[in-house]
């Protein structure tokens, strides 16, 4: 049981930098979303899938972009690092969007820009 | 405005006693509460979830308290283990309106077990 899988696990990057966090579920969910984790506070939503072909702006959009690739697939995308971005990011998928239900969280991608 | 923290709250049991974590939540619109722990270096992980309708649910080792007048809610933790110890986040959902929901966390409690 794979359940939600992040790659990379860690990555630094110099400023100006772009990348591409992927993520990738296994139990057939319908929606998926990226979160970001700061030192001492909560996770917040950056962008969400509703469902596949759907992306909607999280409470923490600037400096991102998404895609639902498929299904199982949802990407994250840094066009241009900075270095407020350092921070753990956690993709997680669920049956439907928060339909009563709850969500099943990778293990975390751990991002540094220098 | 949002709040920022540096250190999270931190609760502090012997092995054996019972933990009491709470969460204040603001909308009061919100329909469903999901408690989850969260270990070093690793993802979060459901522990036990309540619906609006309800103000208390047992699971294993767990009760979660919902107090709607004050918008409180609060996890119990019977007979703390150390392999309990980790973050502990509450979320709320949220609907925006319409089909759209979001899952709102709070900013976590930090469960350390002294054996």
């Known amino acids: 049981n794979a359940g939600v899988t992040q790659t990379p696990k860690f990555q630094v990057l110099k400023t100006g930098q772009s990348m591409t966090l992927q993520c990738a579920q296994d139990?057939?969910?319908?929606?998926m979303y990226w979160y970001r984790q700061d030192p001492g506070m909560g996770l917040r939503l950056i962008y969400y899938s509703a469902s596949e072909g759907t992306t909607d702006k999280g409470e923490v959009p600037n400096g991102y972009n998404v895609s639902r690739l498929n299904k199982r697939e949802f990407s994250l995308r840094l066009e241009s690092a900075a270095p407020s971005q350092t921070s753990v990011y956690f993709c997680?998928?669920?049956?439907?969007?928060?339909?009563?239900?709850?969500?099943?969280f990778g293990q975390g991608t751990r991002l540094t820009v220098v | 405005g949002e709040s920022v923290g540096l250190h999270l709250p931190t609760l502090s049991v012997q092995e054996g006693d019972n933990s009491i974590i709470n969460c204040a939540y603001s909308?009061?619109?919100?329909?469903?509460f999901i408690w989850y722990k969260q270990e070093s270096g690793k993802g979060p992980q459901f522990i036990i979830d309540?619906?609006?309708?309800?103000d208390k649910r047992q699971g294993q080792r767990v009760t979660v308290l919902l107090n709607k007048t004050v918008k409180h809610l609060s996890l119990q933790i019977a007979a703390t283990q150390p392999g309990d110890s980790a973050v502990y986040f509450c979320a709320e959902i949220v609907n925006y309106g319409g089909a759209t929901n979001k899952l709102i966390f709070g900013t976590g409690t930090l469960l350390a077990v002294q054996p």
């Open positions: 139990m057939n969910h319908n929606s």
């Open positions: 909308n009061s619109a919100s329909d469903y």
């Open positions: 309540i619906r609006s309708n309800m």
């Open positions: 997680a998928s669920s049956e439907a969007q928060w339909a009563l239900t709850e969500a099943f």
